[in-house]
């Protein structure tokens, strides 16, 4: 007999439900709805990244040959800054290779680790990279909600894919540095689904937190925005679906749940 399916808790509103999204099932991860309303309502970023050959793993974009410039550019200055020095010292150890060298591997197929070690970690650590250089005019734009990407959204009504691929990659570089120091991050990126579903409710977030800056006196929309960040906490803190211990007093330190309560100012 089947086992009786575990309801857990809808992405959007938190209410434990069993129904799941059909097709990232069919992909092999479980993200949770309680409604086609609320799945719905994240769906303009979901889509990116909804069903197999997108869900898991989850479709991070290959960087741009311009972005890959704009970091040469970074790296190129002879006056380097601590910035430019620390993130050298980061790509030559994590790709085992000179910096120049790790950047010329560094396009294509995120998930290809066969001439990059830890690709998907160093991809996220350009972005991280490439996010801070966008300057805190950006940054300021975006806070307080600091997920909120409607900002830059021109009409207002898509997901800017690139904006939000920043703040996930920031915290995923983060939460990669602290995993390796504690040699519990694997090479595979494919294989660990908390690497996947953490993005995939990072993007959520993300959605939410634009609903919220489209209409910031909306009750609803802000205990949607506020719900899901607290509830991503609380998987952080428990381990990420891992099951393992150091995975949650990990993934409890991170930035996410700093970031909730520094950035956060009541209205
Ligand atoms: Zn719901
Ligand atoms: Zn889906």
Not at 204 to 227: K, M, T, W
Request: some cysteine; overall charge neutral; proline content about 6%.
């Amino acid at each position: 007999m089947p086992a009786e399916p575990v309801p857990q808790p809808c992405e959007v509103c938190g209410v434990e439900t069993t129904s799941k999204c059909a097709a990232c099932e069919s992909a092999g991860i479980s993200l949770f709805f309680c409604s086609r309303d609320h799945q719905k309502l994240v769906w303009p970023a979901h889509k990116l990244v909804c069903g197999p050959g997108k869900a898991l793993p989850f479709a991070m974009l290959p960087l741009l040959d311009s972005d890959i410039a704009q970091v040469k550019k970074l790296l190129d200055k002879s006056s380097a800054s601590s910035l430019a020095k620390s993130f050298r010292a980061a790509l030559e150890e994590l790709g085992q290779a000179p910096a120049e060298a790790v950047l010329e591997s560094i396009n294509g197929d995120v998930y290809d680790i066969r001439r990059l070690p830890h690709k998907p970690f160093i991809v996220c650590l350009v972005r991280s990279i490439l996010w801070q250089l966008a300057g805190p005019e950006v940054v300021d734009a975006v806070g307080p909600h600091l997920y909120s990407i409607a900002v830059n959204d021109e009409d207002r009504k898509t997901f800017n894919v690139d904006v939000a691929s920043g703040l996930c990659a920031s915290l995923l570089s983060g939460m990669c540095a602290d995993l390796r120091r504690a040699r519990v991050l694997p090479l595979d990126y494919s294989r660990a689904t908390w690497f996947s579903l953490f993005q995939h409710k990072l993007f959520f977030i993300c959605r939410l937190g634009q609903l919220v800056s489209r209409r910031p006196h909306d009750v609803e929309a802000n205990a949607h925005y506020r719900g899901a960040k607290e509830r991503t906490n609380a998987w952080l803190w428990s381990g990420m679906g891992t099951g393992e211990a150091i995975f949650s007093t990990i993934g409890g330190k991170s930035q996410i749940v700093h970031e909730v309560e520094t950035y956060e100012r009541p209205q």
